[in-house]
């Protein structure tokens, strides 16, 4: 799978996934919180995923001697990997308070 399709994925994924918990906050009935924490788990997982691209990108970026971009990388990974346990920890508590 080449480098594009991966962005195009994880950009419909992320559209997807807020447009989804967008529809769950806004529609009123039985299956809102299990709209909403599925929504949360799916936004959860892209951004876990460009948390280790990040990664990836922050240790090659490394290897080859640029540092800005090492840093950057770094920077951004993080961020995204400290919203998906966010996203994944209200998930849990939708989820807890569901049943």
Request: glycine share 16%.
């Given at each position: 799978?080449?480098?594009?399709?991966?962005?195009?994925?994880?950009?419909?994924?992320?559209?997807?996934?807020?447009?989804?918990?967008?529809?769950?906050?806004?529609?009123?009935?039985?299956?809102?919180?299990?709209?909403?924490?599925?929504?949360?788990?799916?936004?959860?997982?892209?951004?876990?995923?460009?948390?280790?691209a990040g990664?990836?990108?922050?240790?090659?970026?490394?290897?080859?001697?640029?540092g800005a971009?090492?840093?950057?990388?770094?920077?951004?990974?993080?961020?995204?990997?400290?919203?998906?346990?966010?996203?994944?920890?209200?998930?849990?508590?939708?989820?807890?308070?569901?049943?």
């Amino acid at each position: 799978m080449g480098a594009g399709l991966t962005r195009i994925l994880l950009v419909v994924a992320f559209v997807g996934s807020l447009a989804f918990i967008g529809w769950g906050i806004l529609q009123r009935g039985e299956n809102q919180v299990a709209i909403l924490v599925a929504g949360l788990l799916v936004l959860a997982l892209t951004l876990a995923s460009l948390a280790l691209a990040g990664l990836i990108g922050a240790y090659r970026a490394g290897r080859e001697g640029r540092g800005a971009r090492a840093f950057w990388n770094a920077l951004l990974g993080g961020i995204a990997g400290l919203a998906a346990w966010g996203c994944l920890a209200a998930a849990v508590v939708l989820a807890l308070l569901y049943t």
